[in-house]
């Protein structure tokens, strides 16, 4: 599982997944789809999409990874995640022919995932890429819409170390005649887009571009639930999404505005700058790549609080000086290491840590870091949990 293990998990071309869609008499070609990637957005996007779709009344699947705290928030229709049973069966009835095709645990995931929609009748399901997008096993569908959020440096040693080797395994979702939104114009990658878009004969828009004049007091009456500056660009994203997809799939005003407020009731999103505690106040945030803390610093720097207490994580697969040179140094950090073997252990991080002037102790577990930091609390401080995924999920 290459979120527990890291790249040697991580399978690069879409054979087994064919096979295990021919195995199951190809259930991708049984469903609608809009598909989604991109190096940070992708998930808040994947949600809010199919929460306005929810609310304009279509049955809706969602598939995304990774899960915070049960395996089944990855696979779900119209917010409800899959039964257990269906899991079980499912399991039960291809375990020996999927022994002979050897998946990974992801290429199983997009097959149940894939068998459930079918099964479910949905009239659209989003289809979230788990890495990159050209070979991500996500990659056998031919949807209605692709969407690229953003391009930045995540997954190196796997997509390329560049950003253009990046946007070109991004890129690799756009299909023949199939219109493709991408979320910000990055003067880097642009090019990589619109070449590919035009091999592909496919229409493309940036959302930023098309949605300029969408200010962002014009996005906050929306009444997101996500906070965090960083989703104007993801509004702005799905804004553009739905204008394309209102020619096969009529949305009103009212069922945008009500699929946005509605976000986290319909479709269980979480860990984005999400209020885990209000005392002593603790937000939590899944941002973990360069980009992603950027938007996290930006966001904790407009806001009021004394002390800043921050529980921090890592995973030991990617260099974290790139990440730990943006973290505030006026804070006092709680060093700790997610419940999974990728984790880097949190004595090294601290030493880590310590080269670019950020100080505090290391902890055993999470749970115990963010216990010390609740404790060392004053009136009016603030605890914040991120650096990993998994960090936060065991905070949650």
């Given at each position: 599982?290459?979120?527990?293990?890291?790249?040697?998990?991580?399978k690069?071309?879409?054979?087994?997944?064919?096979?295990?869609?021919?195995?199951?008499?190809?259930?991708?070609?049984?469903?609608?789809?809009?598909?989604?990637?991109?190096?940070?957005g992708?998930?808040?996007?994947?949600?809010?999409?199919a929460?306005?779709?929810?609310?304009a009344?279509?049955?809706t699947?969602?598939?995304?990874?990774?899960?915070?705290?049960?395996?089944r928030e990855?696979?779900?229709?119209?917010g409800?995640m899959i039964?257990?049973?269906f899991?079980?069966?499912?399991?039960?009835?291809?375990?020996?022919?999927?022994?002979k095709?050897?998946?990974?645990?992801?290429?199983?995931?997009?097959?149940?995932?894939?068998?459930?929609?079918?099964?479910?009748?949905v009239?659209?399901?989003?289809?979230?890429?788990?890495?990159?997008?050209r070979?991500?096993s996500?990659?056998?569908?031919?949807?209605?819409?692709s969407?690229?959020?953003?391009?930045?440096?995540?997954h190196?040693?796997?997509?390329?170390?560049t950003?253009?080797?990046?946007?070109?395994?991004?890129?690799g979702?756009?299909?023949?005649?199939?219109p493709?939104?991408?979320?910000?114009?990055?003067?880097?990658?642009?090019?990589?887009f619109?070449?590919?878009?035009?091999?592909e004969?496919?229409?493309i828009?940036?959302?930023?571009?098309a949605?300029?004049?969408?200010s962002?007091?014009?996005?906050?009456?929306?009444?997101?639930?996500?906070?965090?500056?960083?989703?104007?660009?993801?509004i702005?994203?799905?804004?553009?999404?739905?204008?394309?997809?209102?020619?096969?799939?009529?949305?009103?005003?009212k069922?945008?505005?009500?699929?946005?407020k509605?976000?986290?009731?319909n479709?269980?999103?979480?860990?984005?700058?999400?209020?885990?505690?209000?005392?002593?106040?603790t937000?939590?945030?899944?941002?973990?790549?360069?980009?992603?803390?950027?938007e996290?610093?930006?966001?904790?720097?407009?806001?009021?609080?004394s002390?800043?207490?921050?529980?921090?994580?890592?995973?030991?697969?990617?260099?974290p000086?790139?990440?730990?040179?943006?973290?505030?140094?006026?804070?006092?950090?709680?060093?700790?290491?997610?419940?999974?073997?990728?984790?880097?252990?949190?004595?090294?991080?601290?030493?880590?840590?310590?080269?670019f002037?950020?100080?505090?102790?290391?902890?055993?577990s999470v749970?115990?870091?963010?216990?010390a930091?609740?404790?060392?609390?004053g009136?009016?401080?603030l605890?914040?949990?991120?650096g990993?995924?998994?960090?936060?999920?065991?905070?949650?």
């Open positions: 599982m290459f979120q527990r293990i890291g790249p040697a998990a991580y690069a071309d879409l054979d087994n997944t064919i096979a295990i869609c021919g195995a199951l008499h190809h259930p991708e070609k049984k469903f609608r789809s809009i598909h989604i990637a991109g190096t940070n992708k998930g808040s996007t994947s949600h809010l999409l929460s306005i779709l929810q609310e009344g279509y049955k699947g969602l598939y995304t990874s990774p899960h915070l705290k049960d395996f990855r696979i779900r229709v119209n409800e039964p257990k049973k899991i079980v069966k499912f399991v039960d009835a291809h375990k020996k022919t999927f022994e095709i050897e998946p990974s645990f992801f290429e199983w995931t997009v097959g149940l995932a894939f068998d459930f929609f079918a099964r479910q009748k009239d659209i399901a989003i289809i979230e890429t788990g890495l990159g997008g070979l991500d996500t990659n056998v569908i031919t949807p209605e819409l969407v690229i959020t953003n391009i930045s440096y995540d190196m040693n796997l997509l390329g170390n950003l253009k080797k990046i946007a070109g395994e991004k890129a979702i756009i299909k023949k005649n199939i493709v939104v991408i979320g910000e114009t990055q003067p880097e990658v642009k090019n990589v619109i070449t590919k878009a035009k091999k004969n496919a229409p828009i940036f959302a930023d571009v949605k300029k004049n969408i962002d007091r014009q996005i906050i009456k929306f009444n997101c639930p996500l906070k965090g500056n960083y989703q104007f660009r993801n702005r994203t799905v804004l553009a999404s739905v204008d394309l997809l209102r020619k096969n799939f009529p949305i009103t005003e069922q945008l505005h009500r699929g946005i509605n976000v986290v009731k479709t269980g999103l979480r860990g984005r700058w999400e209020t885990i505690s209000k005392k002593p106040l937000i939590c945030d899944t941002g973990h790549n360069e980009a992603g803390i950027r996290v610093v930006a966001q904790l720097n407009k806001m009021k609080f002390e800043l207490h921050f529980v921090l994580g890592v995973v030991n697969d990617k260099d000086g790139k990440v730990l040179r943006l973290l505030p140094k006026k804070a006092q950090y709680y060093f700790c290491k997610a419940k999974l073997p990728r984790a880097m252990d949190a004595d090294e991080l601290r030493k880590r840590a310590g080269e002037g950020l100080s505090g102790k290391n902890y055993s749970k115990n870091a963010l216990k930091a609740r404790k060392n609390t009136k009016n401080d605890v914040f949990v991120g990993s995924t998994f960090v936060v999920a065991e905070a949650i």
